[in-house]
């Protein structure tokens, strides 16, 4: 049973414009998120995380945004540039430390 | 140097040969894991092992066996496979692991494993 969702497989962007990446959860004991950027041949890295007891959470031009009550959250960059092109995966925490992934979402920033 | 080190980067196997992928780590990390990626799926959590004891195994099938002399390395063995076990294996460690987060994963690069 899939706990953490990334309904878009894809995302295409133009440069200089903002991406927004959405992933939601259905186990309410997670209490921790992260996001890992994945390029093609390499291992995910990862990007920004945040505490269930925060709701936004900031780093430079990327920004994580956490709804508890709709159990969901979302990446934010802006601005796009082409060097973000990548897999993003949602990735939760909960009891015992066992990160759930989501399926990731390919990012594709255009020129 | 990456912080996590995976070899070889590429596999080739036949459903009867034995072979073994390699792990290390150079973070003095605690807690070491296994993830299987298949094209368009989540990653799967196979193994974790903190300080060289094994803690999880998320139901993984015995053809996939791990090993973990110490905490900087870490293997999988692999015998008589299936070619729907051809995958991405990902190697990750992090500081520690309990109950509570304890910091990020840092992968490796990854094996990509077919077999045939």
């Known amino acids: 049973d899939q706990q953490v969702k990334q309904n878009s497989p894809s995302l295409s962007v133009q440069e200089g414009r903002i991406s927004i990446l959405n992933c939601d959860y259905t186990n309410s004991m997670f209490d921790y998120f992260l996001w890992y950027k994945k390029y093609p041949a390499e291992g995910p890295t990862f990007l920004i995380s945040i505490s269930s007891i925060k709701d936004k959470n900031e780093d430079g031009r990327f920004t994580v945004f956490l709804n508890k009550s709709a159990k969901h959250l979302s990446l934010h960059i802006v601005p796009s540039q082409p060097g973000d092109s990548a897999v993003y995966f949602c990735a939760a925490s909960g009891i015992g430390y066992k990160l759930s992934f989501g399926a990731g979402t390919t990012v594709t920033v255009r020129a | 140097e990456t912080g996590v080190t995976q070899t070889p980067r590429h596999l080739v196997m036949g459903m009867t040969n034995k072979k073994s992928l390699k792990c290390e780590q150079h973070l003095g990390h605690n807690a070491m894991y296994w993830y299987k990626q298949s094209a368009k799926k989540p990653l799967e959590l196979m193994f974790v092992?903190?300080?060289?004891?094994?803690?999880e195994n998320n139901s993984v099938p015995s053809r996939f066996s791990p090993e973990c002399p110490n905490s900087s390395h870490l293997f999988l063995h692999l015998h008589t496979l299936q070619p729907e076990d051809s995958a991405l294996y990902l190697c990750a460690s992090s500081p520690g692991w309990a109950i509570g987060f304890l910091g990020e994963l840092f992968f490796g690069e990854g094996s990509r494993l077919t077999v045939l």
């Open positions: 092992y903190s300080l060289e004891e094994r803690v």
